[in-house]
């Protein structure tokens, strides 16, 4: 599976950004979704994720519940993150891999994903 992530940016604090996560795989839609982001100098983190199929189920970090949503389009074999109320933290590196056979309880789990592609960088100023 080859995932590509689009839409990031500089935006200025309180903006909104809304990144795109694209396949070409078929069978997308049979792939949990996850947004990890990376910062520089810190370790990678969890942000937000979509269950497998329709993506009735979602998960949030903390830092960034009620800002952000995450949804998908079947049709065209793509998963949004809707950024908004963008901070200055918010700066990092996205990423949004995918895994085939992961649970909603572990939609957070870093190493259930099996497949990563290039991130998208998103900057926020103050």
């Known amino acids: 599976v080859q995932l590509q992530a689009s839409g990031g940016g500089l935006v200025q604090a309180g903006g909104s950004l809304r990144l795109s996560c694209t396949a070409s795989?078929?069978?997308?839609?049979?792939?949990?979704v996850g947004w990890f982001r990376q910062a520089p100098g810190k370790e990678r983190e969890f942000v937000a994720a979509?269950?497998?199929?329709?993506?009735?189920?979602?998960s949030y970090s903390d830092s960034v519940k009620g800002r952000f949503t995450v949804s998908k389009d079947n049709t065209k074999k793509a998963v949004y993150l809707q950024m908004n109320s963008l901070k200055p933290e918010d700066t990092a590196v996205y990423y949004c891999?995918?895994?085939?056979?992961?649970?909603?309880?572990?939609?957070?789990?870093?190493?259930?994903?099996?497949?990563w592609g290039q991130g998208t960088q998103v900057t926020v100023s103050s």
């Open positions: 891999p995918a895994g085939a056979r992961i649970i909603v309880s572990t939609l957070h789990l870093m190493d259930h994903y099996d497949y």
């Open positions: 979509i269950s497998r199929w329709s993506g009735t189920s979602t």
């Open positions: 795989e078929r069978t997308f839609s049979s792939y949990a």
